[in-house]
């Protein structure tokens, strides 16, 4: 099975500020037939599900703020949130789904604002 | 619009089986390349994903869950229900079921709508 390990477990960053956070995967998530990293990120606001931002490792889901940016290669990403708003504060997973069963998650990094 | 939304009891008893409904609109689970998953939270943890239907019937599983672990679907209905048996004090979680995203290598799934959650306690 895939681990996917993120760092850090929490960070607080100044409003305007950029938040960056990052996640580690125990193989390689490219697939070499389409060239494309299997790998999305989620967003959770505390008492909401989960909600889709990025995947493809970097192709921002619809209607996500441009403020939102994946990137990454091989085994290493990272989601970066420039100019950090009140409203971003949430736990961000990351999931691979390069192989599966099972596809699998990131233990979660919380978002706070400093 | 895509909409899903858990159902089912929200206490069980250790040794039980627990069986969860998710119930969707505006997609079909009989379109080529779609998938409906569960994948659980217990509270303050990480979100560990368990079973997957696809459109053609066929079923995942995560491995060290596998033996208590059923799908089943109607596609008339719009429902897919999870069967767990023998619940424990530590399959206590928020209980998510969610919508594959279709037009890509069938073996590979990401979730781009959610349901709200249903909390199932298991306490005697």
């Known amino acids: 099975d895939i681990v996917m390990t993120q760092s850090p477990d929490s960070l607080a960053v100044s409003l305007g500020e950029t938040a960056t956070i990052n996640c580690k995967s125990s193989q390689s998530l490219l697939y070499s037939s389409n060239n494309k990293y299997y790998l999305a990120w989620y967003q959770q606001k505390p008492g909401q599900p989960p909600k889709l931002l990025i995947y493809?490792?970097?192709t921002r889901e619809s209607g996500v703020p441009d403020r939102f940016s994946g990137s990454g290669s091989g085994t290493d990403f990272t989601l970066t949130i420039s100019s950090l708003q009140a409203e971003d504060v949430a736990i961000y997973y990351c999931?691979?789904?390069?192989?599966?069963?099972?596809?699998?998650f990131g233990q979660g990094t919380k978002l706070e604002i400093k | 619009q895509i909409t899903l939304k858990e159902s089912g009891p929200t206490l069980v008893k250790p040794t039980q089986t627990l069986t969860l409904t998710c119930t969707f609109s505006?997609?079909?689970?009989?379109?080529?390349?779609?998938?409906v998953g569960w994948i659980r939270q217990p509270p303050g943890k990480a979100l560990e994903w368990l079973a997957l239907v696809y459109w053609n019937g066929d079923k995942r599983y995560t491995p060290s869950l596998r033996n208590r672990l059923i799908l089943s679907k109607d596609t008339s209905k719009d429902q897919v229900v999870l069967t767990m048996t023998n619940m424990d004090p530590v399959d206590t979680a928020t209980y998510y079921c969610?919508?594959?995203?279709?037009?890509?290598?069938?073996?590979?799934?990401?979730?781009?709508?959610w349901g709200q959650g249903t909390l199932v306690t298991v306490s005697s």
């Open positions: 493809w490792a970097s």
């Open positions: 969610a919508h594959r995203r279709p037009g890509f290598n069938s073996g590979s799934y990401y979730f781009d709508y």
């Open positions: 999931q691979q789904y390069y192989s599966s069963p099972p596809c699998s």
């Open positions: 505006g997609f079909s689970l009989s379109n080529d390349g779609v998938g």
